[in-house]
């Protein structure tokens, strides 16, 4: 949903319709607000802010911010560099959580640091993706059971979440890249017992050409088990391409299996993938092209206030450079792998995360990989995150 269709529902509030949330309420707010979802490491505000909206009800207000910096070997050209100082979130949320019309909407500035890929700027990425209000949906949940939502939302595709301080580690992996981040539609959710589902209608990667389908299906055994087999495509061929929408990715079919494991301190997440761009005139493809993928994420809780991430994966793709096979990863026929490790402390809303990345491809196009020429065959990256869960 746009966030001009936002603009309308929130009138200008006077200082009185604020209040914290461990004032004398005439409801009870859960200890942190459900949206966005959060990973282990870090823990979402438990006393946010409410404004009253009479009317309109409820609006409890929540945010991120957080600073960034980082040095890496073999940078791109530009605008990629060897280090850069740059804002992570700048990001302010607002949700109705009861009812049968809830709502949220997040608004601010971001960046995507992903590992094996050079880094675009805050400013440059909210420009060139999701503009300055990259989730906003209506949410329809006339009981416990079942949910629609209708707008700007968080893809279903993948194991690690769309924006930094929601996973366990500061960038996202090898497998991430080839997902959708945010996508327009509708998506219904339905749980039973153990069973959660989601079914959702969208544009894919924000191509405004409403023809994916995806599919999630989530079985928790009991509290340390849990299994989920995620799906979803393009049902036609789309060639429609933007900075958002990458020609191939927006084509493409892609399947998640994983499986998570609570153990004590311990959180233990498997997950494999596939995807794979269908031959079609239309988007200029005479070879299919795929990826096969794995990736084993793990998190020790040291201490109530410090985490230890750490996350391996590997991708490989099909063809070569002289058959053509599309493009996607380092030149047709490559594979990568990478290692990341992420400690995180957090005081009562600050927070702060450092981290280490090595990615190692093979099989690389030369001008496809890293460095200045696109010749080098791995890139390390270190980083330090520091902010704040309001």
């Known amino acids: 949903m746009k966030a001009s269709l936002w603009a309308a529902v929130f009138p200008i509030l006077s200082l009185s319709a604020v209040a914290r949330a461990d004032d004398p309420p005439a409801e009870t707010m859960p200890t942190a607000l459900p949206t966005p979802s959060m990973n282990a490491t870090l823990a979402g505000n438990p006393n946010p802010l409410s404004i009253d909206l009479g009317p309109f009800g409820k609006t409890w207000v929540g945010g ?39 709502y949220f909407v997040q608004l601010g500035g971001y960046s995507f640091p992903t590992v094996g890929t050079p880094y675009l700027k805050a400013a440059d990425t909210v420009t060139a993706l999701y503009g300055y209000a990259p989730v906003a949906y209506l949410k329809l949940a006339p009981n416990a059971a079942f949910s629609l939502q209708l707008g700007k939302l968080p893809t279903l595709i993948g194991a690690e979440y769309s924006f930094g301080f929601q996973n366990l580690n500061i960038e996202r992996g090898l497998l991430w890249n080839q997902e959708n981040v945010v996508t327009r539609g509708a998506q219904a959710n339905y749980t039973s017992g153990p069973i959660a589902l989601s079914l959702a209608v969208t544009d894919g990667f924000y191509s405004n050409r409403y023809s994916w389908i995806s599919g999630s299906l989530a079985w928790t055994f009991d509290a340390a088990n849990i299994l989920s ?155 330090v995150e520091t902010g704040a869960l309001f």
């Open 64 to 102: 991120a911010v957080s600073l960034l910096a980082f040095e890496q070997s073999h940078s791109l050209s530009s605008p990629d560099k060897d280090g850069r100082i740059d804002i992570g979130n700048a990001q302010v949320f607002l949700q109705k959580t009861d009812g049968v019309l809830q």
């Open 229 to 383: 087999v995620i799906a979803g495509g393009n049902t036609r061929r789309t060639a429609y391409t933007s900075s958002a929408t990458p020609l191939l990715l927006n084509n493409e079919q892609i399947c998640n299996v994983f499986y998570t494991h609570i153990a004590g301190p311990w959180t233990w997440q498997t997950y494999l993938q596939y995807s794979r761009v269908p031959k079609a005139s239309r988007i200029g493809t005479t070879k299919e092209a795929s990826t096969w993928g794995g990736a084993v994420f793990a998190n020790y809780q040291v201490s109530p206030s410090f985490n230890l991430a750490g996350r391996i994966e590997y991708l490989s793709t099909n063809g070569d450079a002289l058959d053509g096979t599309p493009n996607l990863l380092y030149g047709p026929g490559s594979t990568a792998w990478s290692a990341t490790i992420t400690p995180t402390w957090q005081w009562q809303r600050f927070f702060v995360r450092a981290e280490v990345s090595l990615v190692k491809a093979s099989g690389v196009v030369p001008g496809l990989a890293f460095g200045r020429s696109g010749t080098q065959a791995s890139q390390t990256r270190a980083l």
